[in-house]
C-alpha cells in the first residue's frame, strides 16, 4: 500500500486525507495516510500533500519541527507533493512576506490574499491542463495568486492570474482541492507523473 502524508502541523489537514483516500480509490491504489507533525515521518512517505490554513503559521512549524529538510528531500527524491493555498505561499520562492520563510519547491512569486479577503470567498469552473473538458470547481479562500513563474508551467488561470502550476512533481493551487469531492487534482499530482516515484500497485 502507498503511503501518503499530510503536513498536519496546521490548517485543513483531515479533508486532505479525505481527499487523498478518495484520489486513490478512483484509481483503484490502496493508501495509508499518516498526520505529520514532527520529524522522521516523511521520509517513509511516497507521497505528500501540505494544505491551506495561515501560511505564517505553517512556516514556523514546518521549520522548528524539523519537517522542512525533509519535505525538500521528498522533492529532490522525485515524490510527488501536493501544495495548496497556504501550502502553496509556504511552498514558493517568494511570498514577499518576512514571516513566511519559503521552501523554494515551486519557482513562482506569490501575492498573499489576491483575491480578497475571507468574506470573498468564492467557487470557480476552471479549465485545467490534464483534467479534460470538464471543469473544476474550484473553492478560493482569501486566496494567493502566482504572479511571476519562472521554471514552473501554469497548469489553469482565474482573472487572468496563474492559480495553478506544476513544476517536477510539485504541483501547487491557489484554491482548495481538498473541499470538494472531484478528487482530480490529487489523482494528476499523485498518479499522473512521469517519473517513477510513485510504486507502482504489487500484485
Ligand atoms: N490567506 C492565507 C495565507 O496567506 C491562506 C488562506 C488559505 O490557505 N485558505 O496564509
Known amino acids: ?85 497556504a501550502g502553496l505561499i509556504v511552498a514558493s520562492s517568494d511570498a514577499a512576506d518576512d514571516r513566511v520563510d519559503e521552501l523554494g519547491l515551486l519557482d513562482v512569486t506569490v501575492e498573499r490574499n489576491a483575491f480578497g479577503r475571507q468574506k470573498d470567498s468564492f467557487e470557480a469552473p476552471l479549465s485545467v491542463d490534464g483534467l479534460g473538458d470538464e471543469p473544476y470547481p474550484a473553492v478560493f479562500i482569501r486566496a494567493p495568486a502566482i504572479d511571476e513563474v519562472d521554471d514552473a508551467s501554469v497548469l489553469a488561470s482565474w482573472d487572468d492570474r496563474p492559480v495553478a502550476v506544476r513544476q517536477g512533481s510539485v504541483v501547487g493551487t491557489s484554491f482548495h482541492p481538498e473541499l470538494t469531492p472531484d478528487s482530480r487534482i490529487h489523482e494528476l499530482t499523485f498518479f499522473d507523473t512521469d517519473d517513477a516515484s510513485v510504486p507502482p500497485q504489487s500484485p
Request: proline share 5%.
Open 1 to 85: 500500500s502507498l503511503v501518503a502524508g499530510v503536513v498536519a502541523v496546521q490548517g485543513d489537514v483531515e479533508e486532505h486525507a479525505n481527499a487523498i483516500e478518495r484520489a486513490a480509490r478512483a484509481r483503484d491504489r490502496d493508501v495509508t495516510v499518516h498526520e505529520i507533525r514532527e520529524s522522521g515521518i516523511v521520509p517513509d512517505c511516497d507521497l505528500l500533500a501540505m494544505p491551506g490554513g495561515e501560511s505564517t503559521t505553517i512556516s514556523r512549524l514546518v521549520h522548528g519541527d524539523g519537517i522542512a529538510p525533509e519535505i525538500r528531500a521528498h522533492v529532490e527524491a522525485g515524490k510527488p507533493l501536493l501544495a495548496t493555498c
